[in-house]
Nanobody, 114 residues
Framework: VQLQASGGGLVQAGGSLRLSCAARGINFRLHTLNWYRQPPGKQREWVAN???????NYVDAVKGRFTISRDNVKRVAYLQIDRLKLEDTAVYYC?????????WGQGTEVTVSS
């Protein structure tokens, strides 16, 4: 299983980014895709997920600003981040599970400036 995250960068507060997570080695449409983030000096935290049935869930801190989606044809999950805040600065990771084993992408860094 390979997950490739991309789309991070340096953005001013209030701006937007779209992160992508391309997956290989799994039957993509059957899997829940998660996004996590790890702010500098802090633990990794779960941010959002989208299930195989297209149900979406978000941590309270990002509701209304983050939108997770998926394209089962392209085998890509997306995380649209709007109205970025300084506290969104983190390395963002995509994740999925297969047979109880976690698989992680390499992370993409988002830095929000004031």
């Amino acid at each position: 299983v390979q997950l490739q995250a991309s789309g991070g960068g340096l953005v001013q507060a209030g701006g937007s980014l779209r992160l992508s997570c391309a997956a290989r080695g799994i039957n993509f449409r059957l899997h829940t895709l998660n996004w996590y983030r790890q702010p500098p000096g802090k633990q990794r935290e779960w941010v959002a997920n989208i299930t195989s049935e297209w149900s979406t869930n978000y941590v309270d801190a990002v509701k209304g600003r983050f939108t997770i989606s998926r394209d089962n044809v392209k085998r890509v999950a997306y995380l649209q981040i709007d109205r970025l805040k300084l506290e969104d600065t983190a390395v963002y990771y995509c994740n999925t599970q297969r047979s109880g084993v976690d698989f992680w992408g390499q992370g993409t860094e988002v830095t929000v400036s004031s």
